[in-house]
């Protein structure tokens, strides 16, 4: 968690620029959030295979206050528009591809998946629309591996359910780390 925190501050700091170093605080309290809102949704899903509302929309709502705040403080006005628009929609598209495949595996993708994704949209579309791309890429590349590990072992069957949320959180954990918003 200390890593996304010293992310989000980036050359604030060093920059002296109290709206700078204002934003920075913003979008590293987001990221605090994420990380809170992380654990019991890992925890419920990799338990009960369960999503809870609850935590999803705090997610959701987190993530657009402080991220939208620190937006508004950092950006100039023709930018802030296009960032806040990209963020909000980064989080439908999100949500809409896997509620796409909520439905074409006949519930095989859980809602909660889809509210899941709404919430790391808004975190990774702040970035860019490249951010959102690679958590969902390394979303599923991490959930397939896994998958073939579980196989691989023993421990899983083809029709076995296996928790996607954790490797969801960890495919937008990606580029939180290692790209700059733009």
Request: charged content about 10%.
């Amino acid at each position: 968690m200390l890593l996304l925190v010293w992310r989000a501050f980036g050359d604030a700091i060093d920059s002296g620029h109290p709206a700078d170093v204002i934003a920075s605080l913003c979008a590293a309290v987001g990221l605090v959030w994420f990380a809170v809102c992380a654990v019991p949704l890992w925890v419920s899903d990799v338990r009960e295979h369960r999503l809870p509302n609850r935590w999803t929309l705090l997610l959701v709502v987190g993530g657009v206050v402080t991220l939208g705040t620190a937006t508004l403080l950092a950006t100039d006005g023709s930018e802030l528009a296009g960032r806040a628009l990209r963020m909000v929609l980064a989080g439908l598209v999100y949500a809409a591809v896997l509620f796409v495949l909520h439905l074409a595996t006949r519930g095989g993708m859980g809602m909660g998946d889809v509210k899941l994704a709404a919430g790391l949209g808004v975190y990774t579309g702040w970035l860019s629309w490249d951010g959102l791309l690679a958590a969902v890429v390394f979303g599923f590349l991490i959930g397939g591996l896994v998958a073939l590990m579980l196989v691989a072992v023993r421990r899983a069957t083809r029709s076995t359910q296996i928790a996607f949320g954790p490797s969801m959180m960890v495919g937008a954990l990606v580029p939180l780390m290692l790209m700059d918003a733009g």
